[in-house]
C-alpha cells in the first residue's frame, strides 16, 4: 500500500466530520509509538500498514466538530511519519534513482521523452503537489486571501482573459473568493469585463471588487441561472464560465447544461478539478468532472478540448479547458 494512500479518504471527507480533539491526540500518540517502533524489527511496510489502520480508527470516532486545521495538523504527523518510514530504504532510493533516469535533457533544444515517461514524470509530481496540500494549494494566498487554485492553471487563465477579453466572467464555487479577486484584477488591466461569482455559502471575510456580483445560492438552481444571465450583455460579448463548485458528476453536468450556453464561440467553459477520481489525483472520490465533460461532449459538437491549455504538463483542469467553436 503506498505511503499516502489512505490520505486521500480524509481529505475528501466533510469538514465538519465529527472528530474530537481527544480522537486527534490519541492518534497522534499512535504515530509516535510507531515512529519509537519502527526502528526495532519491524519492517517499514507493516508498520505504514499499523499505523493508518490505527489512525484510521481514532479519527472515525464520533462526538464534537474537528476542526479543519485540526484535521490537517494530524494528516501532516501522520504523513510526515509514513514519509520518514521509507526514507533511506535501499529500494526506495533505487527506484528514485532509476526515475530521474527517465529523463536526462541534453542542451536545448531537448527532445520530448516518451508519452509514457512525460505521464510518469507529470503524474508523479502531480500526486505530490496535491496531496501534500498543507504545503502547496492550502497554502496558496493571492493578495492576502487563500486561492484553492494551481498557480499554472491561474496563468493560463490570465492568457485566455487577454485572448477573449470577456465582458462576463461566470465563476461557480466562490469559496475565499480570491480567485474572482485574481479575475477581477485581471479585468482591471484591461479595462474590461465583470465577474459573477456564485456560491452557497456567504463566508465572511471575502474581498470586495467594483468588478465582483456575488450571488448566494446553487448555481443550478433556476433563480440563480436567471440572475446571472441577466449580467450577459446584450451586445454579445464574450462569456467564460468557470466550474469549481460541487464537483460530483451529476453537479457538474447540470451545471454544464445551463451555463455552458451562455458562453460564446471562440470562449471557454474551463471546469476545474478534473483531476480527481484517478486523473491521476483523489482516485477514490467517485465519477466527477472528467466523467461529466466526457458525458458532456459525448452529446454535442459545439465545444471541444483545447489541450493546448495544457501546455505546462500539469494542470489541475485535464481535458477540462473546452472552447467553444460554433
Do not use: C
Not at 492518534?27 to 489512525?55: C, I, L, M
Amino acid at each position: 500500500m503506498p505511503a499516502h494512500a489512505w490520505i486521500p479518504a480524509l481529505v475528501r471527507a466533510p469538514i465538519a466530520a465529527r472528530w474530537d480533539a481527544a480522537a486527534g491526540r490519541r492518534a497522534a500518540t499512535v504515530v509516535r509509538r510507531a515512529r519509537r517502533r519502527s526502528d526495532v524489527g519491524v519492517t517499514a511496510r507493516a508498520t505504514a500498514h499499523t499505523v493508518e489502520a490505527a489512525v484510521l480508527g481514532e479519527l472515525s470516532r464520533e462526538p464534537t466538530q474537528w476542526r479543519e486545521d485540526d484535521r490537517i495538523a494530524v494528516m501532516d504527523l501522520v504523513a510526515g511519519y509514513l514519509a520518514g518510514v521509507h526514507a533511506g530504504d535501499p529500494l526506495t532510493d533505487e527506484l528514485a534513482a532509476a526515475f530521474t533516469r527517465l529523463y536526462q535533457p541534453v542542451p536545448d533544444p531537448a527532445p520530448e521523452p516518451a508519452p509514457s515517461v512525460v505521464a510518469a514524470i507529470a503524474d508523479q509530481y502531480h500526486r505530490l503537489y496535491y496531496h501534500r496540500a498543507p504545503r502547496t494549494w492550502r497554502n496558496t494566498f493571492y493578495r492576502g486571501h487563500r486561492v484553492l487554485k494551481l498557480p499554472l492553471d491561474l496563468w493560463v487563465y490570465g492568457e485566455i482573459l487577454h485572448e477573449v477579453r470577456p465582458s462576463l466572467v461566470v465563476e461557480t464555487g466562490t469559496r475565499y473568493g480570491a480567485s474572482a479577486l485574481w479575475i477581477a484584477d485581471q479585468l482591471e488591466l484591461l479595462d474590461h469585463g465583470r465577474v459573477v461569482t456564485i456560491d452557497i455559502e456567504d463566508l465572511p471575510g471575502r474581498p470586495e471588487h467594483p468588478r465582483i456580483t456575488h450571488l448566494i445560492g446553487s448555481s443550478t438552481d433556476p433563480a440563480i441561472v436567471e440572475a446571472v444571465r441577466a449580467h450577459v450583455p446584450d451586445d454579445g460579448g464574450p462569456v467564460l464560465v468557470i466550474l469549481d463548485s460541487d464537483h460530483s458528476r451529476e453537479h457538474v453536468l447540470r451545471e454544464l447544461d445551463v451555463l455552458a450556453p451562455m458562453v460564446t464561440v471562440g470562449s471557454y467553459v474551463i471546469v476545474e478539478d478534473t483531476d480527481i477520481n484517478g486523473h491521476p489525483v483523489l482516485p477514490e472520490f467517485g465519477p466527477g468532472p472528467m466523467e461529466a465533460v466526457a458525458e458532456f461532449l459525448g452529446s454535442r459538437h459545439d465545444f471541444e478540448v483545447d489541450e493546448s491549455r495544457e501546455k505546462y504538463y500539469v494542470t489541475q483542469n485535464p481535458q477540462g479547458y473546452l472552447r467553444r467553436v460554433r
